[in-house]
C-alpha cells in the first residue's frame, strides 16, 4: 500500500513539490538526515520504536536536529535549554485530522490552538474544575477506588496479577466517578463499552492520515478506511457524552451536595452561555477519558516497573512507607492526608516519571518566522520535543539510565521543569497534573504498603519495552504476584 501511495504522490506532485522545496531551502537550519524527494523523512521514520530512533538521530546531529514529513519542515528538539525557548514561547499544536476531529475541532484543552478561547478554557479549568479544592473534593472517589483495588487483590493472594490491567481499569473508574458521578464493575457492558470507544479513540489519534502532509491527497484517508473509523468513533462518543449530560439535566437525576465534572460544566454554562457550548462540555470530557485515563495507568505501572527491577530500592520505598504510617493492621488503607509523611514515595514517582514520561512526545507549531537558538525558523515548521530523550541527557542528568529516586530528594534536582516533562511544559503543561499526582501517589503507597511483590515463576522476567502512542505503555503487561508482608 505505501509502494502505492508513495507512485501516485510522485507521479502527481513531483514537479510541484520540488519547486516548492527548492523555495523553502532557506528554512533547512538544522543537520539532519537526507529525505528523499516529495516524502522527505517519512519511510525513514521507525514507527515501531520512535523514541529510540528519535534519540539517534540526537545522537547524530545534536540537540536540534532537521527532518521534512512530506511538505512539513520539522525541527527535532532534544535539548532541554532549547526545548525551553520552545515551551514557553510557542503554544499551537500542529493540527491532526482525528485529534481535531475527536476534539469537536479543537475547542477542548489538549489539541486547541493558542488562541482567545484556549486561554478562557485554560483558566476555567485552573479556577473551577482542577483547583486544590475541587482536587481535594474528589478525595472519596479516588481513596474508594484504589481501596476496591487493593481488596480486589487481597481475594487473590499468591495468584498472577496483571497489574497492567488493574492500574487502568482503577484509572478509568477514578475518572468516571470524577467526571459524572458513577463508577463500572470491570465486567459490565457500560464499561467494556467505554473502554473500547476509549481504546480506538487513543489509536487514532497517533495513525498516520495522508491528509496531514498532503492535502491534495485526503481521499487515501477515506480509501484506507481511516476516516470511516474516525467520524464511527466520533459519533459513538458523542452519543455517550450526550447521555451523560442528559442525565445529569433530567429532573429524575439524584441531587448530591458532591458535584462532578459534568455539574460544574453544566453551572459554568448556565453562567457564560456565550462562552461554554455543548461541544466545550464534550471535547473537554474527551480530554478527561482519552489523556486522563493514560496518564495515570501509566505512571502507576512504569513506577512498579522500576521498583521490581531494583529490588534494593523497592525495599526501601516499602520500609519507608510502612515505618511513616505505622504496621500494617487488617482493612487498614493509607489516606490521602498521609501522603505528605512519604517524601521518598514522592521520589520514587519523579524518578518513574524522568525514565518513563508518559507523554514522551510533545508537538508545537510555529505561527511566526523567528530566531530560535540561533536558528531561523520558518512558519509552519513543526516542533517535535523528544521529552524521553531530554530526561536521559548526560549533560543535565547524572547517570540518566539509572533508577535513582535519591536525586529527588533534599531539596536536590528541585529545578526540573525543563530537564524531564513528563505532563509537557510551558502553558500547555497538563492541567489536571495535580488530580492525576494525587491518584498515582495514593494508589502506589497502598500497593506498597500492603504488599510484597515477585514475578510469576511462569512470567517472563520484567522489562522496559514500550508502545509508541500519545502514551508511554509498556508494551508486555506488568505481571506480578501479590504476597502478604511478613
Not at 411 to 439: A, H, I, N, T, Y
Request: glycine letters at 6%.
Amino acid at each position: 500500500m505505501k509502494i502505492v501511495v508513495c507512485t501516485i504522490i510522485i507521479l502527481f506532485i513531483v514537479i510541484r513539490k520540488m519547486m516548492r522545496m527548492r523555495r523553502k531551502k532557506k528554512n533547512t537550519v538544522a543537520a539532519g538526515p537526507a529525505g528523499i524527494p516529495l516524502l522527505g523523512n517519512l519511510l525513514q521514520f521507525d514507527s515501531a520504536k520512535p523514541l529510540i530512533y528519535l534519540q539517534e538521530l540526537s545522537h547524530k546531529y545534536g540537540g536540534v536536529a532537521y527532518l521534512t514529513h512530506g511538505s512539513t519542515p520539522i525541527l527535532l528538539v532534544s535539548s532541554g535549554r532549547v526545548a525551553k525557548q520552545i515551551l514557553k514561547r510557542h503554544d499551537s499544536r500542529p493540527p491532526v485530522m482525528a485529534q481535531q476531529k475527536l476534539s469537536y475541532n479543537g475547542v477542548d484543552m489538549a489539541f486547541s490552538p493558542y488562541n482567545p478561547h484556549w486561554r478562557e478554557m485554560r483558566r476555567m479549568c485552573a479556577l473551577h474544575l482542577f483547583s486544590p479544592k475541587q482536587i481535594l473534593s474528589f478525595r472519596p472517589v479516588r481513596e474508594a477506588q484504589v481501596s476496591r483495588l487493593i481488596s480486589k487483590l487481597h481475594s487473590r493472594l499468591h495468584q498472577p496479577a496483571n497489574l497492567s490491567d488493574m492500574a487502568m481499569s482503577l484509572a478509568s473508574n477514578i475518572i468516571c466517578g470524577v467526571a459524572f458521578g458513577k463508577t463500572y464493575d470491570d465486567h459490565e457492558y457500560e464499561k467494556k463499552k467505554l473502554d473500547k470507544l476509549v481504546l480506538e479513540a487513543q489509536a487514532l489519534m497517533v495513525s498516520f492520515y495522508v491528509s496531514d502532509h498532503f492535502k491534495l491527497f485526503s481521499w487515501l484517508d477515506k480509501l484506507s478506511g481511516l476516516s470511516s473509523r474516525v467520524e464511527t468513533n466520533f459519533q459513538e462518543l458523542d452519543s455517550f457524552y450526550q447521555q451523560l449530560i442528559d442525565d445529569h439535566l433530567s429532573p429524575s437525576s439524584s441531587s448530591s451536595d458532591e458535584s462532578d465534572i459534568i455539574d460544574l460544566m453544566l453551572k459554568l454554562k448556565r453562567e457564560k452561555p456565550e462562552s461554554i457550548s455543548w461541544d466545550h462540555i464534550k471535547a473537554l470530557l474527551m480530554n478527561l477519558f482519552v489523556a486522563g485515563t493514560d496518564t495515570v495507568a501509566a505512571a502507576i505501572v512504569w513506577t512498579m516497573t522500576g521498583l521490581m527491577l531494583r529490588p534494593d530500592i523497592m525495599r526501601k520505598t516499602q520500609e519507608h512507607i510502612r515505618e511513616a504510617v505505622g504496621r500494617k493492621e487488617k482493612g487498614r488503607m493509607i489516606e490521602e492526608d498521609e501522603l505528605m509523611k512519604l517524601p521518598y514515595l514522592k521520589a520514587v514517582v519523579m524518578e518513574a516519571l524522568r525514565l518513563y514520561p508518559p507523554a514522551p512526545l510533545l508537538y508545537r507549531k510555529v505561527e511566526k518566522s523567528q530566531v530560535v537558538d540561533g536558528l531561523q525558523v520558518e512558519v509552519g515548521t513543526k516542533f517535535i520535543i523528544n521529552g524521553w530523550a531530554i530526561a536521559r541527557d548526560p549533560e543535565i542528568w547524572k547517570d540518566p539510565e539509572e533508577f535513582v529516586p535519591d536525586r529527588f530528594l533534599n531539596g536536590s534536582d528541585s529545578d526540573w521543569e525543563f530537564k524531564m516533562l513528563p505532563f509537557g511544559g510551558g502553558r500547555r503543561r497538563c492541567p489536571g497534573m495535580g488530580m492525576g499526582m494525587v491518584s498515582i501517589h495514593l494508589a502506589l503507597a497502598n500497593l506498597l504498603y500492603s504488599f510484597d511483590w515477585a514475578v510469576p515463576p511462569s512470567a517472563p522476567p520484567v522489562d522496559t519495552d514500550a508502545l509508541p502512542g500519545l502514551t508511554m505503555h509498556k508494551k508486555n503487561p506488568l505481571l506480578l504476584l501479590p504476597i502478604l508482608p511478613s
